[in-house]
């Protein structure tokens, strides 16, 4: 059996075809064919049901799918371990992050590594947590950077650092101006729950990890939001805070990374969440991907 046959196999699996899988491997219909009657012959056992106008899989298709899958996986693990260089000289990291990561880690992190291992070609995608699991169990990425509430068996996840939510606004906003104001007579200028409750905010659309914290947080404070503003990027976010008069809540990192922006805490404050390295636990780990983390638990004081 050749690794051609499960290549084959799957791709008609998954265009559900002959004819289109046939044009997405570059091979004519009739030798598709016949490598699948082999691939069945060799196994001793119908894969495929081609008795209607879609093929479908058969149980023992089913059956034997999931595990061809899996080895396809390895064997391209394998072949990546093949041309993995020890010294870093070249090579390519596939790095998940999500969204809120993005806007103010990935910039330092990735210029400290690139400029330690510049032949190294960095794939950075950005990612929900819950995409970033089903990734690296998938092994589409390497190393995925989100927070520690991992739900799958297959991720292991390392903690780097505590990430703190807060009130952002523009300069231009009454709240940045009392914050200065409290500031030069070393006053407080926390927004209680109560005020929190009577400002106009701009938030992140409930497909963000980060607004799922704060509704919680809001839940919890028995504030029913005004909500002006949902947008599905953080860059829209920062954007419509700055210029205009509304208030969001971000972490506070995004706040020291632009410019026009003021942090202001909450009182009570939202409770910190943990920022972790995610691999595939007992994955293959190239020589970038262990550079990648050693680098990353450095920068976070982590031994």
Known sequence: ????????????????????????????????????????????????DRSGRVVRVTDAGEAYIAYARRALRELEAGQRAIHDVRDLVRGTLRLAMTP??????????????????????LQLIEKT???????????????????????SAEISSQPLFDEKLCAVVGLAHPLAQRAAAAATVTATAALTAGELGRQSLALLSSDFATRSF????????GIAPRIAVEANTISAIVEIVRRGGLVTILPEAIAH?????QEIQLDPALPHRT??????????????????????CSLAGVK
């Open 1 to 48: 059996m050749l690794l051609r046959h499960i290549r084959y196999l799957l791709a008609v699996v998954e265009q559900g075809n002959f004819t289109r899988a046939a044009e997405t491997l570059y091979v004519s219909q009739p030798t598709l064919s016949q490598q699948i009657r082999q691939l069945e012959e060799t196994l001793g056992a119908q894969l495929l």
């Open 100 to 121: 809120s990561l993005t806007s103010y880690l990935a910039g330092p992190l990735i210029a400290r590594f690139n400029a330690s291992y510049p032949g190294i070609t």
């Open 129 to 151: 947590l819950d995409a970033i699991e089903t990734a690296l169990a998938a092994d589409q990425v390497d190393l995925g950077l989100a927070f520690s509430q991992v739900r």
């Open 214 to 221: 704060v509704d919680a947080y809001l839940r919890q404070q």
């Open 257 to 261: 990374e632009h410019p026009g922006l």
């Open 275 to 296: 920022v972790s390295l995610l691999r595939r636990k007992d994955g293959y780990q190239s020589a970038a991907a262990r550079a990648f983390v050693e680098l990353a």
